[in-house]
């Protein structure tokens, strides 16, 4: 019990700090050195250890990776920003274009890489326009998580939670796509309000001869077309991770693109934390989380709805959403109704993504890629948006939830 404490704490420590002071261990790396020092100490065997990795998450997380990379490879976001930039004639109306696009595709091909994606064409948009790129950097990070929360695929926490829970596709849409629309309008209205010298003027964009938009016209309608029966596929109700690695395997098969380059534009050190925080969570829930501690914490009356929203939020601002969904889970089985229970899971571990700039690993890859730019998106400018869309996001959640349920 006292290895499985230890190491769960300084597995969670990494995940919070973002890596281990003095050494170049990041999340991933500290997952990986968790689950093998929770089989090293005896505290799973290695049965159990391979019994512990959720397999559907990672099959669906690899999918959709797979899927997302093609798209990106074969200029279909470039198309997109070709169509919707030349169209946006004042900044109020580019900010919306950029959180609604953000937030659609954030919905249905997971966040963190739209993130990676759109950051870069929102910088090269916003330079040839000659505008300051903040507010709108700001828009890609904060509609990716509240576009995400509509779901099972927007992001790896929901995926976690789709697998779980085993709720159908279109009843988690139908729950909490509402929560994302309204998350979505939050954004713009917050942060016009917050530049509105940006924002709240008639001056029109300068007008700027977009760059040519580079792609291949056969892999564009392939991948699109394999995305559109991917998602109806999802809301007819078959496996979700089975279609997903389904797709992104079809879409491997191809003349135009080489293999390494899909390959490189996929996640491998996300889905080794998924596969050791996993492990490092079974350990605990053998030693620790016993029927009478998880009695105990049930005490804290995790049915109510803002109680386990505001617990799931803090959490989730600690020690990260992922790492927080798989911490909550022994306490949810014994709730009343612990379907209701994961979908608030769900939409307040992604909300609260939004608090802090560290609050979600989109929000870090979008200050990353600015970073890279010569742009520093910084921790209060963030916060000053994204902490009253957080509580006011979340708090509609809560209401939503407790209304639809009633």
């Known amino acids: 019990m006292i290895a499985a404490i230890l190491i769960f704490a300084m597995t969670y420590l990494v995940m919070a700090v973002g890596k281990l002071p003095g050494w170049r261990l990041d999340r991933a790396g500290a997952a990986l050195l968790g689950a093998s020092l929770m089989v090293g100490f005896g505290v799973l065997t290695l049965d159990e250890a391979y019994r512990a990795i959720d397999m559907e998450t990672i099959t669906l997380l690899l999918g959709m990776m797979i899927v997302v990379a093609n798209l990106r490879l074969s200029g279909f976001f470039r198309l997109v920003n ?82 779980l829970a085993h709720i159908p596709y279109g009843a988690f849409v139908g729950t909490l796509a509402p929560v994302a629309v309204v998350g979505l309008l939050l954004t713009i209205i917050l942060i016009a309000l917050i530049y509105r010298s940006e924002f709240l003027t008639r001056q029109k964009l300068a007008a700027a001869a977009p760059p040519p ?130 979908l608030a899971i769900a939409m307040a571990s992604t909300l609260a993504g939004n608090f802090t700039l560290i609050g979600s690993v989109a929000n870090l890859i979008v200050a990353q890629r600015a970073r890279q730019r010569g742009i520093t998106l910084g921790f209060w400018p963030y916060f000053t948006v994204g902490a009253p869309l957080t509580v006011l996001s979340i708090g509609f959640g809560v209401v939503w939830l407790g209304w639809v349920g009633n």
């Open 213 to 342: 938009s580079r792609y291949h016209s056969a892999l564009v309608w392939r991948t699109v077309l394999t995305v559109l029966v991917m998602i109806v596929l999802f809301f007819l109700g078959l496996p979700i991770a089975q279609v997903a690695i389904l797709a992104g395997a079809l879409l491997l098969v191809t003349r135009r693109v080489k293999p390494e380059k899909v390959y490189f534009d996929i996640d491998w050190p996300l889905l080794v934390m998924f596969t050791g925080l996993f492990i490092v969570v079974a350990g605990l829930e053998k030693t620790v989380l016993t029927p009478d501690a998880v009695a105990e914490v049930g005490k804290l009356n995790l049915a109510s709805l803002p109680i386990l929203a505001t617990v799931t939020a803090v959490l989730s601002n600690i020690v990260s959403n992922v790492p927080a969904v798989l911490v909550l889970k022994p306490f949810v089985a014994g709730l009343a109704d612990p379907t209701r229970a994961w």
């Open 82 to 163: 070709g169509f919707v930039v030349p169209r946006a004639h004042y900044p109020i109306v580019l900010l919306t274009a950029i959180v609604l696009v953000t937030g659609l595709l954030s919905a249905f091909l997971v966040n963190d890489t739209i993130c990676l994606v759109m950051t870069p064409l929102v910088i090269d948009v916003i330079e040839r326009l000659d505008r300051n790129p903040v507010p709108y950097l700001l828009a890609v990070a904060l509609a990716s998580n509240a576009g995400s929360v509509a779901t099972i695929t927007g992001n790896p926490q929901n995926m976690i939670i789709g697998s």
